[in-house]
Protein backbone atom coordinates (compact mmCIF):
# COMPACT_ATOMS: atom_id res chain seq x y z
CA UNK A 1 0.00 0.00 0.00
CA UNK A 2 1.23 3.00 -1.09
CA UNK A 3 0.49 6.60 0.47
CA UNK A 4 1.56 9.61 2.26
CA UNK A 5 3.79 7.73 4.94
CA UNK A 6 5.29 5.54 2.52
CA UNK A 7 5.95 9.09 0.36
CA UNK A 8 7.49 10.60 3.28
CA UNK A 9 9.39 7.50 4.09
CA UNK A 10 10.93 7.48 0.72
CA UNK A 11 11.71 11.25 0.82
CA UNK A 12 13.14 10.90 4.03
CA UNK A 13 15.79 8.04 2.83
CA UNK A 14 16.15 10.26 -0.77
CA UNK A 15 16.79 13.50 1.32
CA UNK A 16 19.21 11.51 3.54
CA UNK A 17 21.48 9.76 0.87
CA UNK A 18 21.39 13.43 -0.89
CA UNK A 19 22.93 14.65 2.34
CA UNK A 20 25.64 12.16 2.69
CA UNK A 21 26.72 12.24 -0.75
CA UNK A 22 27.10 15.75 -0.71
CA UNK A 23 29.51 15.81 2.12
CA UNK A 24 33.01 16.15 1.40
CA UNK A 25 34.03 13.03 4.55
CA UNK A 26 31.39 10.35 2.60
CA UNK A 27 32.24 8.36 -0.46
CA UNK A 28 28.82 8.48 -2.59
CA UNK A 29 29.78 5.21 -4.16
CA UNK A 30 29.55 3.38 -0.36
CA UNK A 31 26.17 4.47 0.96
CA UNK A 32 23.97 1.64 1.90
CA UNK A 33 20.33 1.40 3.18
CA UNK A 34 19.06 -0.94 5.95
CA UNK A 35 15.92 -1.80 7.60
CA UNK A 36 14.07 -3.58 10.26
CA UNK A 37 10.20 -4.55 9.96
CA UNK A 38 8.38 -1.77 7.91
CA UNK A 39 11.88 -0.51 7.62
CA UNK A 40 12.95 -3.28 5.92
CA UNK A 41 10.35 -2.82 3.55
CA UNK A 42 10.91 1.30 2.91
CA UNK A 43 14.58 0.20 2.47
CA UNK A 44 14.18 -2.05 -0.15
CA UNK A 45 11.59 0.49 -2.26
CA UNK A 46 14.66 3.40 -1.73
CA UNK A 47 17.09 0.36 -3.37
CA UNK A 48 14.52 0.10 -6.22
CA UNK A 49 14.35 4.11 -6.62
CA UNK A 50 18.20 4.84 -5.81
CA UNK A 51 20.19 2.98 -8.27
CA UNK A 52 23.57 4.97 -6.82
CA UNK A 53 23.49 2.56 -3.06
CA UNK A 54 25.91 0.35 -2.46
CA UNK A 55 24.34 -2.15 -0.28
CA UNK A 56 20.98 -2.84 0.59
CA UNK A 57 20.03 -4.56 4.32
CA UNK A 58 16.37 -5.86 4.40
CA UNK A 59 15.50 -7.67 8.06
CA UNK A 60 11.93 -9.04 8.14
CA UNK A 61 10.64 -6.15 5.62
CA UNK A 62 8.39 -6.70 2.75
CA UNK A 63 9.47 -8.34 -0.54
CA UNK A 64 8.15 -8.18 -4.27
CA UNK A 65 8.76 -10.08 -7.13
CA UNK A 66 7.67 -8.38 -9.71
CA UNK A 67 10.19 -8.97 -12.85
CA UNK A 68 10.27 -5.05 -13.92
CA UNK A 69 10.79 -3.82 -10.65
CA UNK A 70 13.23 -6.77 -9.56
CA UNK A 71 15.40 -5.29 -12.20
CA UNK A 72 16.04 -1.67 -11.41
CA UNK A 73 18.02 -3.08 -8.48
CA UNK A 74 21.32 -2.27 -8.70
CA UNK A 75 22.93 -3.06 -5.30
CA UNK A 76 23.65 -6.41 -3.55
CA UNK A 77 21.37 -7.41 -1.19
CA UNK A 78 21.21 -8.80 2.01
CA UNK A 79 18.09 -10.87 4.06
CA UNK A 80 17.48 -11.99 7.27
CA UNK A 81 14.12 -13.59 8.19
CA UNK A 82 12.40 -15.59 10.46
CA UNK A 83 10.92 -19.07 9.47
CA UNK A 84 7.97 -18.15 11.17
CA UNK A 85 7.31 -15.11 10.64
CA UNK A 86 3.54 -14.94 10.57
CA UNK A 87 3.45 -11.91 8.24
CA UNK A 88 6.61 -13.03 5.36
CA UNK A 89 6.32 -16.16 5.22
CA UNK A 90 9.26 -18.72 4.17
CA UNK A 91 7.64 -19.23 0.87
CA UNK A 92 7.68 -15.13 -0.15
CA UNK A 93 11.18 -15.24 1.30
CA UNK A 94 12.07 -17.30 -1.27
CA UNK A 95 10.33 -16.71 -4.03
CA UNK A 96 12.14 -13.18 -3.38
CA UNK A 97 15.06 -14.56 -3.57
CA UNK A 98 14.51 -16.76 -6.98
CA UNK A 99 13.51 -13.66 -8.62
CA UNK A 100 16.43 -11.20 -7.56
CA UNK A 101 18.47 -14.75 -9.23
CA UNK A 102 16.69 -15.26 -11.80
CA UNK A 103 17.26 -10.87 -13.07
CA UNK A 104 21.10 -11.72 -12.03
CA UNK A 105 21.05 -10.23 -9.00
CA UNK A 106 23.30 -10.44 -6.27
CA UNK A 107 21.46 -11.55 -2.81
CA UNK A 108 22.29 -13.49 0.28
CA UNK A 109 19.13 -14.42 1.92
CA UNK A 110 18.89 -16.16 5.21
CA UNK A 111 15.52 -18.01 6.82
CA UNK A 112 16.38 -18.58 10.77
CA UNK A 113 14.61 -21.30 11.93
CA UNK A 114 13.04 -21.18 15.24
CA UNK A 115 12.93 -17.50 14.59
CA UNK A 116 9.49 -15.44 14.35
CA UNK A 117 9.01 -11.23 12.80
CA UNK A 118 11.74 -9.04 15.02
CA UNK A 119 13.59 -11.86 16.12
CA UNK A 120 16.68 -9.15 16.00
CA UNK A 121 14.80 -7.03 18.61
CA UNK A 122 16.34 -7.51 22.63
CA UNK A 123 13.36 -5.70 23.61
CA UNK A 124 10.71 -8.56 21.66
CA UNK A 125 10.73 -10.48 24.86
CA UNK A 126 8.17 -13.05 23.76
CA UNK A 127 10.37 -13.19 19.92
CA UNK A 128 14.45 -12.22 20.83
CA UNK A 129 16.25 -14.73 19.60
CA UNK A 130 19.77 -14.70 20.59
CA UNK A 131 21.53 -16.86 18.68
CA UNK A 132 20.01 -15.89 15.29
CA UNK A 133 20.47 -12.08 16.24
CA UNK A 134 24.09 -12.83 16.84
CA UNK A 135 24.34 -14.68 13.67
CA UNK A 136 21.98 -12.25 11.65
CA UNK A 137 24.48 -8.93 13.19
CA UNK A 138 27.42 -10.62 12.30
CA UNK A 139 26.01 -11.20 8.75
CA UNK A 140 25.69 -7.63 8.01
CA UNK A 141 29.20 -6.64 9.20
CA UNK A 142 30.28 -8.44 7.40
CA UNK A 143 28.30 -8.05 4.05
CA UNK A 144 28.40 -4.25 4.56
CA UNK A 145 32.24 -4.64 5.61
CA UNK A 146 32.76 -5.84 2.13
CA UNK A 147 30.33 -3.88 -0.46
CA UNK A 148 31.45 -0.50 1.60
CA UNK A 149 34.74 -0.71 1.87
CA UNK A 150 36.78 1.44 0.40
CA UNK A 151 39.23 -0.86 -2.90
Known amino acids: ?????HDRALGDLAAGFKYL???????????GVIGWCMGGGYALDFTVAE???AASVINY???MVDPKTIASIK??????FGANDMGIPP?????FDAALKKAGKSSDIKIYEGAGHAFMNP??????????ADDAWA???SFLGKTLKRS
Open 21 to 31: ASRSDVDPKRI
Open 51 to 53: PRL
Open 139 to 141: RID
Open 75 to 80: PPILGN
Open 123 to 132: NNTGGYVKAA
Open 91 to 95: ADVKA
Open 61 to 63: GHL
Open 1 to 5: MRGLP
